[in-house]
């Protein structure tokens, strides 16, 4: 059973950065799109960026392109949220999946905050 650990989240001003980290365990994270979901109070969980096993395909919401960059490295199972010029609308708990989600994958997440 694969497990998904999100880390790097913090409190932050507005205009600032965070990068996020999730570590896979298993084997099957390489052959598998991944995505970064994030939940802000009162609404529902979003798709905020997705990246194909091979990262030679991204996706971001419209909210964070130009800002936020994901990755992954595949030789230490772990994908990256590299958010910069944050905003207070990003604040949230920022989850790490496989693209589409898996129910049973989903992990604490990590709470980012920014700030105003």
């Known amino acids: 059973q694969v497990q998904l650990v999100e880390s790097g989240g913090g409190l932050v001003q507005a205009g600032g950065s965070l990068r996020l980290s999730c570590a896979a365990s298993?084997?099957?994270?390489?052959?598998?799109?991944m995505g970064w979901y994030r939940q802000a109070p009162g609404k529902q969980r979003e798709l905020v960026a997705r990246?194909?096993?091979?990262?030679?395909?991204?996706y971001y919401t419209d909210s964070v392109k130009g800002r936020f960059a994901i990755s992954r490295d595949n030789a230490k199972n772990t994908v990256y949220l590299q958010m910069n010029s944050l905003k207070p609308e990003d604040t949230a708990v920022y989850y790490c999946?496989?693209?589409?989600?898996?129910?049973?994958?989903w992990g604490q997440g990590t709470q980012v905050t920014v700030s105003s």
């Open positions: 298993g084997s099957i994270f390489s052959i598998n799109a």
């Open positions: 999946n496989f693209f589409p989600s898996r129910r049973d994958y």
């Open positions: 990246i194909s096993s091979s990262s030679a395909i991204t």
